[in-house]
């Protein structure tokens, strides 16, 4: 058995190993740098998004505020609707039959609450 010829190519692949799998690294090392390259675009086409949606809806509420629209304080929607708390029509008519008062005196206007129809949050008109 020749031994000096055995442990060169020992060596020989070995080496090789090494080289493949330093390979391997390398490669991996560009997959992952493209990745982050990747996620950091995406995260900065977020942002950016986020940031026009943002500007559309300051926009938006601006344009609210200046023709004096009523929005929901919190989801800004415009689908609202106004009632008086624990308002019964029977109530009110039979009051209204009784007293002779217009129905709207029947109606404090501190007991009026609007309710958002989308996300259902509650709040009294003037209040934010
Ligand atoms: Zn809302």
Redesign the pocket.
């Known amino acids: 058995m020749d031994w000096e010829r055995i442990k060169g190519k020992t060596k020989e692949l070995a080496s090789k190993g090494l080289d493949i799998s330093k390979d391997l690294a390398e490669k991996g090392i560009e997959v992952a740098k493209e990745k982050r390259e990747q996620k950091k675009l995406e995260k900065q086409e977020m942002e950016e998004r986020k940031r026009q949606e943002e500007q559309a809806l300051k926009e938006r509420i601006a344009h609210m505020e200046r023709e004096g629209i009523v929005y ?1 304080p ?2 800004y ?1 415009t689908s609202l609707s106004a009632n008086k708390k624990g308002f019964s029509f029977g109530k009110a008519a039979a009051g209204m039959l009784i007293a002779g008062g217009p129905l709207l005196g029947a109606i404090g206007k501190n007991k009026i609450e609007i309710t ?1 129809l ?2 259902g ?1 509650k709040w009294k008109p003037g209040k934010k």
Do not use: I, N, Q
């Open positions: 929901c919190k989801c929607s958002c989308k996300c949050y």
